[in-house]
């Protein structure tokens, strides 16, 4: 039988050759093998080309990458194993056929038609969706490269596909994480303003008007510290599907931060519909939300602000739309300002004040530091022994350029930007120094009292009630001495940090007053749960007592009530002999006033002292005039 056989042989040279080696018997006519007759040829040059045909074809069943090679006919001529596992392609299998024709018909389709026709272009590279024949729609990264011959007919099509699907969805959610907030799903603050850029952009051509919503929602704070994040959180999210609901569906509704969202009515341009909107909005979030079974109180207060064709003229589609933000926020602060729970539209005086308050709040960071704060004192009286049993201090700041300003030209500011901490220790600090000096002239009795307002600010502030006793013992005032002023609506906030400072205080023997009484909600229901050592009527309440020598009930219960539940009754805003008598006689405790004596500065205190102390009828005392004892 014939025999073929391949074997290297070394030359004389040195070299390895390759010899194909083939033999054939020759017989006799009995069959027998007389001899053989055989070739050998060089092939050197045809196996190294074969050995690497198989490399190659090794490396590309390596690959996790499908390769596949069509004929000039379109039928499949090669595929590796990757092409198994993302197209399904075997060319061994009865099934490659058809699988192979729907990938191709898939390149034909989404492939350019030049690179397929024999246009300028021979290869192609981009992303093409397939369904794999598991049933799933695939994004594959494709690489076609179409060999022609010489005359430009195909000769063969070569392609390489690779499952970028994961990749895709991966870099999707990328995406989206980065412009959407991940509690609520709603676009953030990064796409919102995108988004208004756009339709600002279509409004230059279209001439259609835009409008911002900003809104920040009250209740948040609160459930956070009484019920937990967790319960704040589905309130949040309990927010934002309300204000997509009440919104239309081309609205673009995103949550910035924490309480804050912003909505995005495209083609409004009408004020009195943008605040009809912005009021079906407020209400969307008013009102209960059941939170894990817990009724939750929210509220809403919104600032509108409308695209003008100025403000397109002005600035580009990116800037225009941060400064329409910025100008719907500005309103909705002057909506808090006036009251919360209510809509505001947007003013250039809107934008001018929010000026002067950005300038301020630049302006108290330097001014304690510049010596620019100043206390003054006005005096407490027994309405039935005309002693100074007290004195409160009053903040005044000199300022530069504005002159003297009393603290509501400032507070909110300073609360904002929590300079009052500093601001209030300083308070403190010095007024408990003037009154030391004052009880060690034999000004004031020792058993005296220094009145000091606070804010909510302070008293949430955990290092609060250790700075304030430090200031105190620094000044070797008494604990009891301090009598801290707070707003009845301060008490009833129900905030627990707050809560803990004033039990905290009231256990150190601080005194603790509750300042303008009269003007919160259900005061009088509270009182009984809340007990302070003292009320201060407010002003208003004071006014019409005296006139045409009657009294207002109203003061006469108030003072009964808090006698019974041991508190001290303080008329503030006295203006009259008269009303200092009728206060007498409703059985108020202390007074204070400009009829008793303006605010004044140490010596002023010390003149006030001593003339009311001296016999005589008594007078107004502003600064230093004169001054006699309480009338009888």
């Not at 060089?42 to 196996?47: E, L, M, S, W």
């Not at 100025?310 to 909705?332: C, F, R």
């Not at 509750?514 to 919160?520: A, K, M, S, V």
């Not at 206060?583 to 004596?597: E, K, T, V, Y």
């Amino acid at each position: 039988m014939p025999f073929a056989a391949h074997f290297r042989v070394s030359t004389l040279d040195g070299n390895e050759i390759v010899i194909a080696f083939m033999a054939s018997p020759v017989r006799d006519s009995t069959n027998a093998v007389l001899r053989y007759v055989g070739t050998a040829q060089d092939v050197t040059g045809i196996a190294a080309h074969d050995r690497l045909n198989d490399q190659l074809v090794g490396a590309l069943d390596a690959a996790s990458d499908a390769i596949v090679v069509y004929d000039a006919n379109t039928r499949l001529t090669f595929a590796n194993r990757g092409a198994g596992d993302v197209l399904g392609i075997f060319d061994t299998t009865d099934n490659s056929s058809e699988a192979a024709a729907t990938f191709f018909d898939a390149v034909r389709n989404q492939v350019p038609r030049d690179v397929l026709t024999g246009g300028t272009h021979n290869s192609w590279s981009g992303e093409l969706g397939h369904r794999s024949p598991d049933g799933f729609m695939r994004t594959l990264a494709l690489t076609l490269h179409v060999v022609r011959g010489a005359d430009a007919t195909v000769e063969h099509y070569s392609v390489i596909a690779r499952d970028v699907t994961e990749h895709k969805q991966l870099q999707a959610e990328l995406q989206r994480q980065a412009t959407h907030d991940e509690l609520t799903g709603l676009p953030n603050r990064t796409l919102f303003l995108r988004r208004v850029a756009e339709a600002l952009d279509r409004s230059r051509t279209l001439r259609r008007g835009v409008t911002v919503l900003f809104l920040d929602f009250d209740g948040l704070k609160n459930v956070n510290d009484t019920v937990g994040h967790r319960f704040g959180d589905q309130l949040i999210v309990s927010v934002g599907k309300r204000l997509v609901n009440a919104t239309r569906p081309a609205d673009v509704v995103a949550r910035l931060s924490g309480d804050e969202f912003a909505v995005l009515a495209e083609g409004v341009a009408d004020e009195s519909l943008a605040l009809e909107i912005a009021e079906r909005v407020r209400a969307s979030i008013t009102g209960q939300h059941i939170i894990h079974g817990v009724e939750v109180t929210a509220g809403a207060s919104v600032g509108v602000a409308i695209a003008t064709q100025a403000l397109l003229a002005e600035q580009s589609p990116t800037e225009a739309a941060l400064t329409l933000l910025v100008n719907a926020d500005t309103a909705m602060y002057r909506a808090k300002q006036r009251g919360k729970g209510r809509c505001e539209m947007y003013s250039e005086a809107m934008r001018t004040q929010a000026r002067d308050r950005l300038a301020l709040a630049s302006q108290l960071e330097r001014a304690l530091a510049a010596g620019e704060f100043v206390l003054v004192y006005q005096p407490i009286v027994s309405i039935h022994t005309g002693r100074s049993v007290a004195i409160e201090a009053l903040l005044r700041w000199n300022h530069p350029q504005r002159g003297v300003l009393t603290p509501p030209a400032f507070l909110e500011v300073a609360e904002e930007t929590g300079a009052i901490g500093p601001i209030g220790d300083w308070v403190i600090s010095r007024a408990a120094k003037t009154l030391r000096e004052l009880i060690d002239d034999n000004t004031l009795e020792r058993s005296a009292a220094i009145h000091v307002n606070v804010s909510p600010r302070q008293l949430s502030d955990v290092g609060f009630v250790e700075r304030t006793t430090n200031a105190l013992a620094a000044a070797g005032v008494d604990l009891r001495q301090l009598v801290l002023e707070f707003t009845e609506t301060t008490a009833l906030a129900g905030n627990p940090a707050i809560t803990r400072s004033l039990n905290a205080l009231s256990r150190l023997d601080v005194r603790l007053s509750i300042d303008d009484f009269g003007t919160g909600y259900s005061s009088l229901a509270h009182l009984r749960d809340f007990r302070a050592a003292q009320l201060k009527l407010d002003g208003t309440f004071i006014s019409n007592v005296g006139r045409e020598n009657s009294d207002d009930p109203i003061v006469r219960s108030i003072v009964q009530l808090a006698h019974s539940l041991d508190m001290s009754v303080v008329a503030e805003w006295v203006q009259s002999a008269e009303q200092l008598q009728r206060l007498r006689l409703l059985g108020c405790d202390h007074a204070q006033g400009n009829h008793l004596c303006e605010p004044t500065d140490e010596s002023g205190i010390r003149d006030f002292v001593r003339e009311t102390s001296g016999g005589g009828t008594r007078t107004p005392h502003s600064g230093g005039t004169g001054a006699g004892p309480l009338p009888e």
